[in-house]
């Protein structure tokens, strides 16, 4: 935040000036204040940097037969780029789509067990029953998600749905619906119950609580969640070609196999970029949506 | 609703139940004394499922309107609980709930709460919204316009005392505890509720702030006269705040609701006693005014007025000190039989100088004061214009604390209740010099 400029407070109100340090902690839970700013102008320069030399490397360097049909931009490099971002992408908006509703739903009391009752009084029961393992339950299929080896998932999913493209996305939703799922639940049992106390105690309705209090709160977790999910699935969507998915993973593979160094650079380089790419656009996003004010 | 303004308006709370609630219950029965009543329970109780003792078992109480009725008891005595089930943050599971008549038992709570101020300890202002955007938060739901609730936040900002150009903006993080509680009060306030419900609201607040906080609460409360219910553990924080006290017990039984005078003046039984600690008559003295004390005969006399008509009026009286006041009749000197027999010496010049006075609108409380620091024991009552009036002595404070009792059994036995269980005025037990207390 910028806006830190300290006003010298009413002189009728002395007794108990807002600390200074309020501006300090905000650049700490701001995640770099400045510093954050720098980072996010100069990540687009290095990026740049790197994608130039990459260029130059690969169009300076002598190519065989194989290398340079592999290599072909407008048929083989840039379709494979498109159907890798597209295999991040569509994977993460189902993740978003699922995760963030589930998350919701475990964290509503019902679903809770033993859920953190400190400070938040009288809560409904929960409806007992089954229900109230859902929410833990829920979280370890989310946690075998990530824990399978993600080779064993892919070829789990190939067995179970065939080969191609939304096999691939299915694979991709499971293993990063964890950290979306994870982030959304801890992000709003984060949220102070006293906030929520005090919007319910003014008349606003569990669901506007929930839409205008918990989940704006709990945004910059929600959001880590989100651009973690997107790092994970930009390097998973490597492993896509395994089961006819496409993307990347193609190019390094010919590399690998053909035993031609330039290929195989030249591949995990672009991914290496993409996933770089990936993550500044998530962090500028974190950046706008994050509510003023934490 | 129509016009922004500072005034309560009770109507505006009936309009606006009107809007939720079903037409006044007709079988209503309205006890005389509570005619006026606010905020009734009627015979509310909450039992948690899967318990067999009630949190609150069948609790009746009435709060008249633009009075402060304060809940105080130990920890885990139901206080915040009876606080909830007032705005129905925690439904009740018997009895009826009436606001200014109306049953608000089954009426939408959401919509119920708008019309309720509601201020915690933990205050829980949203951080991702700004000063400026919490206070309107209720007038927003009740869909005011823009330029009303400009107008509303700037104003309650104002008469929280924080200045609205400095904090308008400012979000809740930038404040410290005693200015966030102030933003919480505002906000409470918001769409100006007719009813305020405050748990420990001063509770997390530093003393000298809690202090201060608390008279300029009291000085609000007395333009705006809301019906307030206030939750605290503390019991001074409950004689300086309440005009009526209920102390309760476990199960949010009433042990005995008052004013805090007749609370103080006779504890119904041992819990109550307790409850209030030592020092009760001496608290008492608090809400008794020189001005209501008959003042006896106490030998004065001029300075000029000469050492034989001085020992006239001495040895006429009972006392072992007179009082010597100056031409506008201001008192001057405590003298005694053996400073006057001094006669070589004018009155002026023998005895000891007065250094402390009260005014008729003191405190008992000051006169003691004043008494203790007096050598004498006894302290003079002036007028504004420091003219003598006469002389309070120990007595006199002994007799109205036995006044006191004796107005509250009065009382008591009026309503028909016996006080037979009351314990006697504790004997002073010196305080534990552990620190503790």
């Known amino acids: 935040m910028t806006n830190t400029t300290t006003i010298a407070p009413d002189p009728a109100v002395t007794e108990d000036v807002a600390p200074d340090s309020a501006a300090a902690t905000s650049a700490v839970t701001t995640g770099g204040g400045s510093r954050g700013i720098v980072a996010l102008l100069v990540t687009p320069v290095v990026l740049a940097v790197l994608s130039l030399v990459l260029y130059l490397y690969v169009g300076g360097a002598e190519k065989d037969s194989a290398e340079r049909s592999a290599l072909d931009w407008g048929s083989k490099l840039y379709p494979q780029m498109q159907t890798h971002v597209g295999l991040t992408l569509w994977s993460t908006v189902i993740v978003l789509a699922l995760a963030v509703p589930m998350g919701i739903l475990l964290t509503r009391p019902m679903f809770r067990k033993g859920a953190p009752q400190v400070g938040r009084r009288e809560l409904p029961r929960p409806i007992g029953g089954a229900f109230q393992y859902l929410s833990p339950s829920m979280l370890a299929v989310a946690n075998v998600g990530q824990a399978l080896p993600a080779y064993g998932l892919f070829i789990l999913f190939l067995a179970w749905r065939g080969q191609g493209f939304a096999t691939a996305v299915t694979a991709l939703v499971v293993f990063a619906l964890l950290p979306v799922l994870r982030n959304t639940m801890v992000g709003l049992e984060q949220v ?41 699935n930009v390097g998973m969507a490597s492993l896509a070609f395994l089961i006819g998915g496409g993307g990347l993973g193609i190019t390094i593979n010919s590399g690998l196999k053909l035993s031609r160094d330039l290929i195989t650079v030249t591949g995990a380089g672009m991914v290496a970029i993409l996933a770089l790419s990936v993550d500044w656009v998530a962090a500028v996003v974190e950046r706008v949506l994050r509510p003023k004010g934490l | 609703m129509s016009e922004p303004t500072a005034e309560a308006t009770t109507s505006d709370l009936a309009e606006d139940l009107a809007a939720v609630a079903p037409e006044p219950d007709a079988t209503v029965t309205h006890d005389p004394d509570v005619a006026d009543a606010m905020i009734r329970l009627d015979e509310v109780s909450k039992t948690y499922a899967g318990t067999a003792e009630p949190a609150v078992a069948a609790l009746t109480l ?34 009826r709930i009436l606001f200014d008549g109306r049953d608000v038992t089954r009426v939408n709570p959401d919509e119920l709460r708008r019309h309720i101020g509601y201020v915690i300890q933990q205050i829980g202002l ?182 034989a008509k001085a020992i006239q009026i001495l040895d006429g009286s009972r006392q072992q000190w007179m009082v010597v006041l100056d031409a506008h009749e201001r008192p001057l000197r405590w003298v005694n039989r053996t400073d006057i027999d001094r006669s070589d010496r004018r009155l002026t010049e023998v005895g000891q100088a007065v250094r402390v006075t009260v005014e008729p609108n003191a405190t008992l409380h000051d006169t003691l004061e004043a008494m203790l620091n007096s050598s004498v024991g006894a302290a003079i009552v002036t007028d504004a214009r420091g003219r003598y009036q006469g002389v309070v002595e120990i007595e006199v404070l002994t007799e109205a604390i036995s006044r006191m009792r004796t107005e509250a059994r009065a009382h008591y036995a009026s309503l028909g209740l016996s006080t037979a269980d009351a314990p006697g005025l504790a004997p002073y037990a010196p305080p534990a010099l552990d620190g503790t207390s």
């Open chain 1, 192 to 232: 102070d119950p006293a906030v929520i106390e005090a919007g319910r105690g003014m008349g606003m309705s569990k669901f506007r609580v929930l839409l205008s209090i918990e989940l704006p709160l709990a945004v910059p977790v929600i959001l880590a969640g989100v651009r973690t999910a997107l790092v994970i």
């Open chain 2, 62 to 95: 009435d709060v008249p309107r633009g009075e402060i009725l304060v809940l105080v008891g130990p920890s885990g005595c139901g206080k915040s609980t009876t606080l909830r089930l007032i705005n129905r943050m925690i439904e009740p599971t018997g009895g």
């Open chain 2, 126 to 307: 949203f951080p991702h919204r700004t000063i400026a955007d919490n206070v309107a938060t209720v007038p927003k739901m009740l869909g005011w316009d823009r330029s009303r609730i400009r107008a509303r936040v700037d104003e309650l900002l104002d008469t929280v005392g924080l200045d609205p150009s400095i904090y308008r903006n400012r979000y809740p993080k930038e404040l410290s505890g005693g200015q966030a509680q102030r933003v919480g009060v505002a906000r409470a306030l918001g769409a100006d509720p007719p009813v305020l419900l405050m748990d420990e609201p001063f509770g997390a607040i530093d003393p000298i702030t809690r202090d201060r906080l608390q008279n300029e609460f009291l000085r609000l409360q007395a333009d705006m006269q809301k019906t307030i219910v206030f939750v605290t553990h503390d019991i001074d924080e409950a004689i300086k705040m309440g005009d009526r006290i209920a102390i309760l017990r476990d199960g949010s039984a009433i042990a005995q609701v008052d004013t805090p005078q007749r609370i103080l003046a006779l504890p119904i039984d041992d819990f109550v006693q307790d409850f209030i600690g030592s020092g009760a008559a001496l608290k008492g003295l608090n809400f008794e005014r020189v001005r209501d004390l008959t003042l006896g005969d106490f030998p004065h006399v001029r300075h000029d007025a000469g050492h």
